[in-house]
């Protein structure tokens, strides 16, 4: 048995499930000569107590892979490991149905049969059989030891379902051949399964003084009166971008134009100010009473809080003076602010780590336990990818082991290997590149990418637009556009989020750049929210989150399959998820069909897997279209219209036969 999975280097890294997930274990798993041999994936418990222990089946023929899927049901640091071993049953039952029948040995083989059936009836110690399986192979072997019978009435006798079952549940295992314990991190499910909407809460009640010529910003209780609006869609948190003091010094304008104007609000990126640091909140928003009251309601409401961690500084920032040793100083003396050539941001210095690793670190954790300590239970960490990972991974390990439940989300736009890197280190989820792959070929390759072994790690998190992202086709597709992306999103992977705005298709960007014009990043933005009533994008972000809140198979991560579509404006794929692993017992099995054509209807037939699927391959399908409530009848292969000015996509549910 080689090649255990999910591993990472050897289990330098757990890998991570959560409560109720399905995940599969996997081995190569072979052995000399023809004998059978068998294989299964044990689970354990924190205490040490084994969880589950599931048979492993082969998952190409001749591959040599073979699989089983369990699922944990506590958080904690879980271990798996494989065992294989010479199965000496199941080779006599090879052997038996080929020489018993044809007269060869049938003597012989019945002798054999009967001691090996003896030797599993009186085993003792690990996977011994209980009283009722004693009894039942001590029947069939003095079955086969019986001489009146012939062999092959004896064979048929003990290859009854009763004594295949018994060994299924009690093998006997020759050579036993056992892996080392691997790790795995057991998360709850909202590290895996959630639907996140993003907010400045400066925005939310601003106002315009005309008689000052100044804007007015929200504060914290204007942007918990936003609450109830995006709880009725159906979202699990809502996650405010930074709320601490801003700098003034370098203090970006519109657009991020270099010179600020009287009254432009600046970035709050641009953290700290003489009113304090990253422990603190920007005065015109409010009070820490004032986030408490902020948090009380959310929750009131069934959201969760989540915060924005960006580890930068503006140039007023009392680190900035109280330790300078915490960032990098140029040749000339000066301290070296951000930059991303072209692009300046004097407003931001960044922190240097190399200096005072370890005094650095613990501030970071006092900061980050002052915002836990007043209810924010997740974190959206701004550019992960320019600290070191070292830092991270002690950082993350040290708060999960005092708050297990606070998760944290990684935005790291960067290289593949430093996003999964980052993942492995500890972050709960990612941002990934959802918002650029937009064909066919492209979907299709991520979403098999995000879903499949990569996943042990890497949990996805896609979002269609963000404040600083604003693809071409997001430009230009319109109204269709935000539905198709909303629904690529919401049932492409089990963690997705929307930027507030995406409700009224906010579309327009900064000439030549991806990114909105009027950027909320610089300003404030206060939206009348009525005015999407006609465009139906909040109505369908609601019901895509109560498709998922409905449906368990949605909330799972490695359970996507493709499904071939001969239109290349189509995409086709399901999620689907067993009884065994499923909350209601129930199979769930959810096929999306999506037209990512924003301007035409298109058409074609979709190639159904339905064996994958656990469905009778040739069988009519009953299906229900969960948007619009409408009935099919499908097979396995089907043909399927969409128009976008109609619904640009069918989220298929199969309906009881």
């Keep these: 048995m080689v090649d255990v999975a999910p591993v990472a280097e050897a289990g330098r890294f757990p890998a991570k499930s959560t409560v109720g997930e399905a995940f599969p274990i996997s081995a190569t798993v072979f052995r000399e000569g023809h004998d059978a041999f ?12 084994e969880a589950d222990r599931v048979r492993m089946a082969e998952t190409g023929t001749g591959l040599s892979r073979y699989e089983a899927w369990v699922s944990a049901d506590a958080t904690g640091d879980w271990t798996f490991r494989v065992e294989s071993w010479s199965d000496p049953w199941a080779t006599w039952v090879h052997d038996a149905q080929i020489k018993v029948p044809a007269g060869i040995d049938a003597d012989l083989m019945m ?31 003095d079955t086969l030891a019986d001489a009146e019978t012939v062999p092959v009435e004896r064979l048929r006798a003990v290859l009854s379902p009763q004594v295949h079952d018994a060994f299924a549940r009690f093998p006997v295992r020759d050579l036993l051949t056992v892996s080392p314990d691997y790790p795995l ?4 499910p909202l590290a895996v399964a959630g639907a996140w909407y993003e907010m400045f809460p400066r925005s939310a009640g601003a106002w315009y003084d005309r008689a ?65 640091g990253h422990d603190a909140i920007e005065p015109t928003l409010g009070t820490f009473e004032d986030f408490d009251a902020f948090v009380s309601v959310a929750r009131a409401n069934g959201l969760e809080v989540a ?65 836990i300590d007043h209810g924010v239970t997740a974190f959206r960490v701004d550019n992960p990818h320019t600290k070191p990972l070292p830092f991270w991974q002690s950082l993350l390990a040290d708060i999960r082991a005092e708050h297990p439940d606070v998760l944290f989300l990684s935005e790291a736009f960067t290289k593949p290997a430093m996003m999964l890197t980052l993942a492995k280190c500890g972050f709960h989820q990612s941002y990934t590149y959802f918002a650029w792959r937009n064909t066919k070929a492209e979907l299709e390759e991520y979403l098999a990418t995000v879903g499949g072994e990569q996943g042990a790690w890497m949990r996805p998190s896609f979002w269609p637009t963000t404040h600083d992202i604003l693809t071409p086709y997001m430009q230009t597709g319109g109204v269709a556009g935000f539905a198709i992306r909303a629904v690529l999103a919401a049932l492409g992977a089990p963690t997705w989020g929307i930027y507030s705005g995406y409700e009224l298709v906010e579309n327009i960007a900064r000439p030549g750049v991806e990114e909105q014009i009027d950027n909320e990043k610089y300003e404030f933005r206060p939206r009348d929210w009525s005015a999407g009533d006609g465009r139906g994008i909040a109505l369908l972000l609601g019901r895509l989150n109560e498709i998922r809140d409905a449906h368990p198979a949605l909330r799972q991560l490695r359970n996507v399959r493709i499904h071939p579509c001969d239109n290349e404006q189509m995409v086709c794929f399901s999620r689907h998820l067993a009884p065994e692993h499923s909350p209601t017992g129930r199979r769930d099995v959810v096929i ?66």
């Design 185 to 188: 991190q057991v998360d709850r």
């Design 38 to 49: 068998g294989a299964e994936a044990v689970l354990v418990r924190p205490d040490g107590t």
């Design 212 to 276: 000052t010529g100044q804007w007015v910003s929200g504060t914290l209780r204007t942007a918990a009166s936003e609450i109830p609006r995006i709880a009725a869609m159906g979202f699990d948190v809502v996650y405010l971008t930074p709320i601490h003091p801003i700098g003034t010094t370098f203090r970006k304008g519109r657009n991020g134009s270099l010179e600020a104007l009287p009254g432009d609000p600046g970035s709050p990126y641009a953290i700290g100010s003489p009113d304090g």
């Design 307 to 371: 915060l924005d961690l960006a580890l930068q500084c503006s140039p007023d920032h009392p680190w900035v003076t109280e330790h300078p040793e915490w960032f990098a100083h140029r040749a000339d003396g000066t301290i070296a602010y951000a930059e991303n050539p072209p692009k300046k941001y004097q407003d931001i210095y960044p922190l240097y780590f190399d200096a005072d690793p370890k005094g650095l670190q613990a501030e970071i954790r006092r900061v980050i336990q002052v915002w």
């Design 592 to 657: 999306t069909v999506v037209n990512i054509d924003p301007w035409h209807a298109q058409e074609g037939w979709i190639h159904l897997d339905l064996a994958a699927l656990g469905l009778p391959v040739d069988e009519p399908l009953k299906v229900v279209d969960q948007l619009t409530g409408q009935s099919y009848t499908w097979r396995a292969d089907s043909f399927v219209q969409l128009a976008p000015e109609r619904s640009c996509a069918h989220i298929m549910t199969v309906s009881p036969s």
């Design 111 to 141: 002798a054999e049969g009967a001691r090996l059936l003896a030797r599993a009836a009186n085993r003792r110690g690990t996977q011994e059989p209980d009283r009722a399986a004693r009894t039942l192979l001590r029947a069939a072997a």
